[in-house]
């Protein structure tokens, strides 16, 4: 016979375990019945916390990036610095690489002294060639100087003119031939007054020349201001003056020297132009203190 308690009681089997949570109200328990009480605190953010977390969320700089180059959880500005101080972290521990090779040190030190301690080439004598000389040849240069000067005025000086032939002579030159060497040379110098029967033969394309206006004739172009001849001791040579180069007007009989006027040659003659280049002086003006 089946006592009545036993019609009470449930198919179910519960354990020990499971009564002991129903009992606790559904929190965990030890073994022994007793509550488990879970000792890891809870973190909550604070007021200035979460209203900063907003900030930077909404702030250009503070918006999240999912690429993996991206350092997480910092702002861009703060990545920026990151990956500047890696950059030079990078870069001086290249450079103490390079510092340990084997003599690199060493060698650079002494290229460094070699290049600071070398001495400087001793400046070149300068002499006066003319003390080379003997007595005769120094008469001899000085007087043709005299005569080189006097036939081609406003370029070397005198001195400069005895150099040139004393150091021609010097070298082995004959006096003649050293002549015509610095004649030709001075000739050819900016500045100098260039005799008209020279002027073909000048290796220059401008010259300066002075001489007596001549001869004027009518322009046979509106784009001519003047035409004419200008003569000196040596010969004569025509001269066009153009519109565009806005010069002086010159008249016959005047003495004017043209300074830095441009050799043309036409059907095998020779002749010169005036340009915006060119200047137009008048030598004997002026000289009322001489009168």
Not at 37 to 50: C, I, K, L, S
Not at 69 to 85: C, F, K, S, Y
Not at 273 to 287: D, H, K, M, N, V
Request: proline residues 4%.
């Amino acid at each position: 016979m089946i006592p009545m308690s036993s019609n009470n009681a449930s198919g179910k089997v519960v354990s020990v375990d499971e009564q002991a949570f129903e009992k606790a109200g559904g929190q965990a328990v030890d073994e022994d019945g007793f509550p488990v009480v879970d000792e890891t605190p809870e973190f909550e953010a604070a007021v200035e916390q979460e209203t900063q977390a907003k900030v930077d969320a909404n702030h250009p700089d503070g918006i999240a990036d999912t690429s993996q180059d991206r350092i997480h959880g910092v702002t861009l500005e703060q990545e920026e610095r990151i990956r500047a101080r890696e950059a030079e972290l990078e870069r001086i521990s290249a450079q103490a690489e390079l510092g340990t090779q084997d003599g690199r040190e060493q060698r650079t030190r002494e290229v460094v002294s070699e290049q600071c301690g070398r001495d400087e080439p001793a400046p070149a004598e300068r002499t006066d060639p003319r003390e080379k000389l003997t007595q005769e040849e120094l008469a001899e240069v000085n007087e043709q100087a005299m005569r080189i000067s006097d036939e081609v005025k406003g370029g070397w000086s005198r001195a400069v003119v005895a150099k040139q032939l004393a150091d021609k002579v010097q070298r082995g030159r004959d006096v003649t031939k050293a002549v015509l060497e610095t004649l030709e040379e001075l000739k050819a110098a900016p500045g100098a007054i260039v005799p008209i029967a020279d002027v073909p033969d000048v290796p220059v394309g401008e010259v300066t020349v002075e001489g007596t206006i001549e001869t004027l004739w009518e322009p046979s172009s509106s784009s001519i201001q003047q035409v004419g001849l200008i003569a000196d001791d040596s010969g004569k040579i025509k001269f066009t003056c153009w519109e565009k180069s806005q010069q002086t007007v010159v008249r016959e009989g005047q003495t004017v020297r043209f300074r830095a006027a441009a050799k043309n040659w036409y059907e095998g003659r020779c002749s010169i132009a005036l340009t915006g280049w060119s200047r137009i002086e008048f030598p004997e003006r002026g000289r009322w203190w001489e009168e």
